[in-house]
């Protein structure tokens, strides 16, 4: 039924079914494909640490890494095997490390930004990764041990002015 005449004129109908192609279904491509996504999608958000503060793993190999575009360096990373069989790369940091395939280590959370798809740190100074040697600030981030004083130091300590020291001069 036809109101006034148009360019295009509007049909009416009582049955819109009855307009077999203007009914478009998914097929089953786009439903699968749909599903996927969404799985995707989710598994992205989900951390390899499962809640956890640090996770144990073992090293699968050592690489070198470039970094991003204004940064020139060779990054140190490991690809690490956790213990919930997720693969991660994990970065490691100070100069130096004793890693090698089948290393035991403690990985933690702390995302790189210069290093695209690094989201976690070796934790230096447990299990098999040994700490930076000849560090003296910021010891704990790189497992390193406090250095003792030397043993004269030590035996001098305890002397007043007025002792004497054998096997020198007085003081």
Known sequence: MVKYWSPKPTIRVQFPFLL???ISMATLNQVLN????????????????????QK???CL???IKNPKKPNSAHRKVAKVR????????????GIGHNLQEHSIVL??????????????????????????LNQKNSRSKYGAK?????L???????????????GSSPI
């Open 107 to 132: 990985v933690q959370g702390g995302k790189r930004k210069d290093l695209p798809g690094v989201h976690y740190k070796v934790v230096r100074g447990v299990y098999d990764c040994n700490g930076v």
């Open 61 to 63: 190999s050592v690489l």
């Open 82 to 93: 956790l213990r919930n069989n997720i693969n991660v790369i994990s970065y490691i940091p």
């Open 34 to 53: 749909f599903r996927l996504n969404n799985t995707k999608r989710f598994s992205k958000n989900i951390s390899a640490l499962c809640k956890n503060p």
């Open 20 to 22: 077999l192609n203007k």
């Open 152 to 166: 004269i130091v030590q035996g001098l300590e305890h002397l007043t002015v007025n002792q004497v020291v054998i």
């Open 56 to 58: 144990k793993g073992i």
């Open 146 to 150: 406090r250095k003792k004083k030397s």
